[in-house]
């Protein structure tokens, strides 16, 4: 089985609900990238994403922050 750490060096302060909704997430005005919501979204779907979009932004829980993302063994 694959274990994932997502660690976020510098977590974006900008407010979630003030964002602009867009097609795959919100608009940030600060920085100017969509961020994902990963809240709902599973430990796999999660690495794919980020696996497939290095340097995405994203919004998670504090308990996928604290826990390893685990990939099923194929």
Known sequence: ???????????????WDKMTSNE?????NKCAKTVMD???MTDEQI???LHYNPGAC???TESQM???LQLPKL
Do not use: A, L, Q
Not at 1 to 15: A, K, L, T
Not at 24 to 28: A, L, N, Q
């Open 47 to 49: 690495i794919t994403h």
């Open 66 to 68: 604290s826990k390893d």
């Open 38 to 40: 990963y809240t709902k």
């Open 24 to 28: 795959k997430g919100r608009h940030c």
């Open 58 to 60: 994203g919004r998670f």
């Open 1 to 15: 089985m694959n274990i994932v750490n997502v660690r976020i060096e510098n977590p974006c302060s900008e407010n």
